[in-house]
């Protein structure tokens, strides 16, 4: 996860295809090269790596503001491996109405891609979610709701690695960007019972 100074707000999560490329690019180091991306179709190119691709998969949530008062350009990106016929990652792009929201876990909600067996902790994060969707358009405290979240039962959105055997995970960080006041907030336990470790400010070249 990370911004830059061309207004591009980005996070990601692990997508695991059964098919990997092991000739492609590491998706991580794709990630890097995203904050180097001027544009929302530079951002776009650099997952596609045209003549390698992708060796793995990912979801990348993405805000692009072009200017100071623009209107923010989001959308979700799903990514799967490239393949020796092809030599450059799949790539499907959503685009997410303002106003609106959208929310993606650790499986593909678009591409046909064929997964390893580990989608019931996303299914579960899917339906806590979904229990606040009365809720919508979220607020930045809504959001720290959500990401607080540990009714999921043996998957919760919160890890804290107590829930069961099944959950091995950890949730070792929160980010929650904040585009009217320009920040970037880290927490190191769940948003709504402390207070961010550390706060970013977002400093775009439009803002200057």
């Known amino acids: 996860m990370g911004f830059n100074e061309h207004g591009i707000i980005h996070s990601m999560n692990?997508?695991?295809?059964?098919?990997?490329?092991?000739?492609?690019?590491?998706?991580?180091?794709?990630?890097?090269?995203?904050l180097c991306a001027n544009?929302?179709?530079?951002?776009?190119?650099?997952?596609?790596d045209e003549g390698t691709g992708s060796s793995?998969?990912?979801?990348?949530?993405?805000?692009?503001?072009?200017?100071?008062?623009?209107?923010?350009?989001?959308?979700?990106?799903?990514?799967?491996?490239?393949s020796t016929t092809t030599l450059s990652s799949v790539v499907n792009v959503l685009d997410i109405k303002v106003g609106d929201s959208y929310e993606h876990c650790n499986r593909y909600l678009r591409l046909d891609v064929e997964e390893?067996?580990?989608?019931?902790?996303?299914?579960?994060?899917?339906?806590?979610?979904?229990?606040?969707?009365?809720?919508?358009?979220y607020c930045f405290d809504t959001i720290g709701e959500i990401l607080s979240d540990i009714t999921g039962g043996d998957y919760p959105i919160f890890r804290d690695g107590?829930?069961?055997?099944?959950?091995?995970?950890?949730?070792l960080l929160v980010c929650i960007a904040d585009l009217e006041k320009r920040t970037w907030s880290?927490?190191?336990g769940q948003p709504t019972t402390c207070s961010?470790?550390?706060?970013?400010?977002?400093?775009?070249?439009?803002?200057v």
Not at 162 to 171: I, R
């Open 39 to 48: 544009s929302l179709e530079d951002f776009i190119s650099i997952l596609r």
């Open 162 to 171: 107590d829930a069961s055997e099944k959950d091995v995970g950890y949730t």
């Open 56 to 82: 793995d998969g990912g979801s990348l949530n993405v805000i692009y503001l072009k200017e100071k008062d623009s209107t923010p350009v989001v959308v979700n990106i799903e990514v799967a491996p490239s």
């Open 14 to 34: 692990t997508l695991v295809p059964n098919q990997t490329f092991q000739n492609g690019t590491p998706i991580l180091f794709l990630t890097r090269a995203l």
């Open 116 to 137: 390893q067996p580990r989608t019931a902790s996303s299914i579960s994060r899917h339906e806590a979610i979904e229990n606040y969707s009365k809720r919508k358009p």
């Open 186 to 188: 880290l927490y190191v």
């Open 196 to 207: 961010p470790v550390v706060v970013i400010p977002m400093n775009f070249i439009f803002d």
